[in-house]
């Protein structure tokens, strides 16, 4: 990977804790009790649709937030970013330049509405954010 990050001890608990913690926020976040109705009538499925599959679905979100976990430790490893607001800083970056902008196509080119961005990215930036000020601290 380079010198800037060769040798970059890496905390697989506090990964494997937060990554199960993301997995939990998003289940709160597409639940009734939040933003699961708005998802699912934006997106034109039933909340049973929504359900379908739900054990491969967990797994691999668990996966996802496992690799984002490992790449924003290195990255705020990298970055000597120390303390929660390091971390944070460092988390609000990765969503602001790789999950904002990326996603912003749903909008612009497949014409989803800004709303459906607006709920799907919330859960990304404060997930993403979180995590940044856990790793930033849990060394």
């Known amino acids: 990977m380079g010198d800037a990050v060769e040798g970059l001890a890496i905390n697989w608990l506090a990964i494997i804790v937060l990554a199960i913690g993301r997995n939990a926020l998003g289940a709160l976040w597409f639940s009734p009790i939040l933003f699961g ?3 699912c ?5 039933s909340p049973q649709r929504m359900g379908e599959g739900m054990p491969w679905a967990i797994a691999g979100e668990l996966v996802g937030n496992l690799i984002a976990g490992t ?3 290195v990255a705020i490893k990298a970055a000597h970013a120390a303390g929660f607001m390091g971390g944070v800083q460092i988390g609000a970056m990765a969503w602001l330049g790789f999950v904002a902008t990326t996603s912003m196509a749903d909008v612009t080119w497949a014409k989803r509405p800004f709303a459906l961005w607006l ?3 919330g859960v990304h930036l404060i997930g993403l954010t979180l995590m940044g000020a ?3 601290v849990w060394r």
């Open 41 to 45: 009538r934006m997106n034109g499925i």
């Open 37 to 39: 109705a708005a998802y």
């Open 71 to 73: 790449v924003l430790a």
């Open 134 to 136: 856990v790793l930033a």
């Open 119 to 121: 709920v799907n990215n």
